[in-house]
């Protein structure tokens, strides 16, 4: 071998292996002890055994910041093509630098050119701060510190990610603190994981909150992964620790296409599409006012009970997440009874309305659950702005194409025939009844006490034959179908599974086109 050629050699495998080693070993022994794994080891960890291709692996190594603080690369997830940029903490903090905002922007962009997922694991306190001999630098060049930055960089990785969006399932991951930068990115992204009493979102951290307002707050309290989960509702899957996190990554792209213009991957899941759920006949309760929970329903009517929950622990009073339906993805919202009775509210509303667009993204049918005495009364829900949040649901099904079905299981009344897409007009293609639903605009009873409660002679005898004449009439869908031709069918609960999995068959045909036009100016 030529000596020269030997010695290059030499250099760029010691390059290589310097780079491997981050920040070094006693940052990554350190940052072993806090129970994490590398930026590195996470990338291998998720994608499939040695298909990682980096790119960019050497930026930054000459000045002592391997990679600049960030793995950028593409590999298969199942086989499947994807890209994936991890932020490395022990360089700089992973801090977002030029060369290491570059990189990140031409992981999403690339991803967008090849339509394919992108997955971000963010971890770094976003933009890089300069030091005291960047600013005497920049004081001898006459030059700001924005002077020299070209238009891909951390601060516009915004620009992809929006362009991204709809075209290419986004997924981020928050795998330590993270704060600026880092999590505006995430919060344009379709799902964000986050890791219990490791994970941390905020825009400032607890010494800026104390310093500005006086509150003092832990960072757990401020930005952890249980606060995001449950009350801000800005995480999608709150996970034990890393390693569960990226294997659920796995889980959720087996759900998903690659891009816009796929269909989501079809599985032989073993169970027969003709399977009746003699089960769900004991599940719900005739009564209206007697809850239960909706999991067991779903799971009854899906293949093998396999069922994905998206935002679990945020507005449970409406449920939303991924199954299938003899192999192929379906996109459930169920109203859960178990929780605010199943109202609809300002919460699950925005829930509920980001889901169904992001399944009409992406060429995911929706299946529709309802079991809802209609939207939350009271101050609270209008001041928060019920009507702002409860129109996203309308415009979210009102723009959707994909097909679409809903079964009404035992009371849509008011408002939720709106909201549940159960009213004629709005864009359902199948509205199926079981025989014990009731709808209207109030519930028997009450509409019962509202309408004879002051008739002459009104006594509890008198109401209650008006409440039984009520229910084998107004509120009987035997009645209803008569003629009321939005309803497709009265369906038995066994034999749910089977119809649904027939009509999604044969909706696999349905193709809708909208008007042209820029987009639309969604309720926000």
Not at 245 to 250: E, F, Q
Not at 330 to 352: E, F, H, W, Y
Not at 366 to 387: C, F, K, R, W
Not at 451 to 461: L, N, V, Y
Request: proline content about 6%; aromatic content about 6%; charged content about 25%.
């Amino acid at each position: 071998m030529d000596p020269f050629l030997e010695k290059r050699l030499k250099e760029l495998e010691e390059a290589r292996e310097k780079v491997r080693q981050a920040g070094g070993p006693e940052k990554v022994a350190k940052h072993h002890a806090e129970g994490k794994l590398t930026a590195r080891e996470r990338v291998e960890t998720l994608l499939d055994p040695d298909s990682l291709m980096e790119f960019n692996m050497l930026a930054g190594h000459a000045l002592g910041l391997p990679g600049d603080g960030i793995v950028c690369g593409n590999g298969t997830i199942d086989g499947r093509p994807v890209f994936v940029f991890s932020q490395d903490r022990t360089v700089l903090g992973g801090s977002i630098g030029l060369e290491h905002g570059y990189k990140m922007y031409r992981t999403i962009e690339q991803a967008l050119e090849m339509r394919v997922p992108v997955i971000g694991l963010n971890e770094g306190p976003g933009a890089r701060i300069p030091n005291s001999r960047d600013l005497d630098w920049y004081s001898v060049k006459k030059r700001t510190h924005f002077g020299f930055v070209n238009e891909k960089h951390g601060g516009s990785v915004f620009f992809p990610n929006t362009h991204a969006s709809g075209i290419i399932p986004q997924i981020s991951a928050i795998m330590g603190t993270c704060s600026g930068i880092s999590v505006y990115s995430p919060a344009l992204t379709d799902f964000i994981y986050m890791v219990d009493n490791s994970s941390h979102m905020c825009i400032t951290g607890p010494r800026v909150v104390k310093m500005v307002t006086g509150e003092e707050i832990t960072m757990e309290d401020l930005g952890g992964a249980k606060v995001h989960a449950e009350k801000s509702g800005v995480c999608d899957f709150r996970c034990k620790d890393e390693r569960q996190l990226l294997s659920d990554i796995r889980r959720l792209l087996s759900f998903l296409p690659l891009n816009c213009d796929d269909q989501p991957p079809v599985y032989t899941t073993g169970d027969d599409p003709n399977r009746t759920c003699d089960d769900l006949n004991d599940i719900v309760p005739t009564a209206p006012n007697k809850p239960f929970d909706v999991h067991h329903v779903i799971r009854a009517i899906i293949d093998n009970g396999d069922f994905l929950e998206v935002k679990p622990e945020f507005a449970g009073e409406v449920i939303v997440g991924f199954g299938r339906l003899d192999g192929k993805t379906v996109g459930i919202v169920a109203n859960q009874p178990m929780v605010r009775a199943g109202c609809l509210t300002v919460d699950s509303s925005d829930k509920q309305a980001r889901f169904i667009r992001f399944c009409d993204c992406f060429n995911i049918p929706l299946l529709l659950l309802v079991d809802t005495p209609a939207y939350m009364p009271g101050s609270n829900q209008e001041h928060a702005g019920i009507i702002r949040h409860g129109a996203k649901v309308l415009y979210a099904l009102c723009e959707a194409t994909v097909p679409r079905v809903v079964v009404v299981l035992r009371k849509a009344y008011g408002g939720g025939n709106l909201g549940m897409g159960v009213l004629p007009g709005l864009g359902s293609d199948r509205v199926l009844y079981w025989p014990i639903m009731e709808t209207g605009i109030l519930g028997a009873e009450q509409a019962v006490m509202l309408i004879h409660s002051r008739d002459e002679g009104a006594t509890k005898e008198y109401l209650e034959e008006k409440l039984r004449e009520y229910k084998e009439t107004y509120a009987n869908p035997l009645y209803e179908v008569n003629a009321n031709l939005n309803v497709h069918e009265v369906v038995t609960p066994a034999e749910t599974r089977p119809y649904l999995v027939r009509t999604f068959k044969l909706l696999e045909r349905k193709k809708v086109e909208r008007p042209p036009k820029r987009h639309g100016n969604m309720p926000l």
